[in-house]
């Protein structure tokens, strides 16, 4: 079975720093994905970043970077240059390769102080 | 492209009532997918389906039906709702095993 946890319930920071957001992970399957999702106060789920296990590089998107540290279980989400629209929960989640399904972490709500 | 699409947006049902979530998506997906959303949490899984004409038991599969009427449609049916069903329920697809999942917009259930 897998399992993520995200440490961290609730977050502030500065505008235009960056943040580090926390997950760690548990599985036994050698091959697995791991995702970010940012949920603002609308709702909806917005797919951020991706790395696979088997990744060599760290990957990024734009403002958002994934700190993979595979030896230590975890995945954590880099913002840099915080906005106001960072503001939002954030969750992390993982896919093993044994099969399709996404299991979540309880999420980190992250407020952007102007 | 409208993506992932769920409808009604809000419902509100008495207990023992029937309804069924739509989603819909035009993003080609082959696999496609019913999670819930409880306050404060992440999303579980309740049902999926890897491909048109199959469906799976997800983490939390009780008192919940799916349907895969072709490839852009999956139907969640709730027989006899109850107050514990009472949640946020989304719906995502995929291109297939180990692509990214992309997600509805959600909808809004209670039951009282």
């Known amino acids: 079975a897998q399992k993520i946890t995200q440490t961290q319930p609730g977050m502030f920071v500065q505008e235009k720093e960056a943040v580090t957001l926390d997950c760690t992970y548990d599985t036994s399957d050698p091959s697995y994905g791991l995702f970010w999702y940012k949920q603002p106060s609308s709702g909806e789920m917005i797919f951020l970043i991706y790395q696979g296990s088997y990744d060599q590089q760290n990957a990024t998107e734009g403002r958002y970077s994934l700190n993979f540290q595979k030896a230590r279980k975890s995945a954590n989400l880099v913002i840099s240059a915080s906005q106001l629209g960072d503001s939002a929960m954030y969750f992390c989640?993982?896919?093993?390769?044994?099969?399709?399904?996404?299991?979540f972490g309880g999420g980190t709500r992250l407020m952007v102080k102007p | 492209n409208a993506g992932v699409t769920q409808t009604p947006k809000f419902q509100v049902l008495k207990t023992g009532q029937s309804m069924t979530l739509q989603c819909a998506q035009d993003m080609n997906h082959n696999s496609m997918y019913w999670y819930r959303q409880d306050p404060g949490m992440g999303l579980r899984l309740i049902y999926y389906s890897a491909s048109e004409g199959t469906t799976d038991k997800g983490e939390v599969p009780n008192g919940y039906n799916v349907s895969r009427l072709n490839k852009r449609e999956f139907s969640l049916r709730l027989e006899s709702a109850a107050p514990s069903q009472t949640s946020v329920y989304f719906c995502?697809?995929?291109?297939?095993?180990?692509?990214?999942?992309?997600f509805g917009p959600g909808t809004r259930l209670l039951v009282l």
């Open positions: 995502a697809g995929n291109r297939g095993h180990g692509e990214t999942q992309y």
């Open positions: 989640a993982m896919r093993a390769d044994a099969g399709n399904m996404l299991t």
